[in-house]
């Protein structure tokens, strides 16, 4: 499928999101990680198909992680 502006937006988006979320203080972090998750969601409900899809998994990967450590800080 050919990559559309909206797409490529969504994934900018989607990655300025994932690099605040992890270069973000401590009590900022949970909150920008889940933002950064429901990014991620939005993004593969509009664009299913999307050649940025493995990349866009990967980033929830990395945020499913790293929320699962700070969970496990507590």
Do not use: G, H
């Not at 203080?25 to 899809?53: A, C, G, H, L, N």
């Amino acid at each position: 499928f050919p990559v559309t502006i909206e797409q490529q937006v969504s994934f900018i988006l989607l990655q300025n999101s994932f690099e605040l979320a992890v270069n973000s203080i401590d009590s900022k972090k949970k909150e920008r990680i889940e933002q950064t998750i429901e990014r991620y969601r939005t993004f593969v409900t509009d664009f299913p198909e999307s050649s940025y899809k493995r990349s866009a998994d990967k980033i929830s990967d990395d945020m499913n992680e790293e929320l699962q450590r700070i969970e496990l800080k507590k």
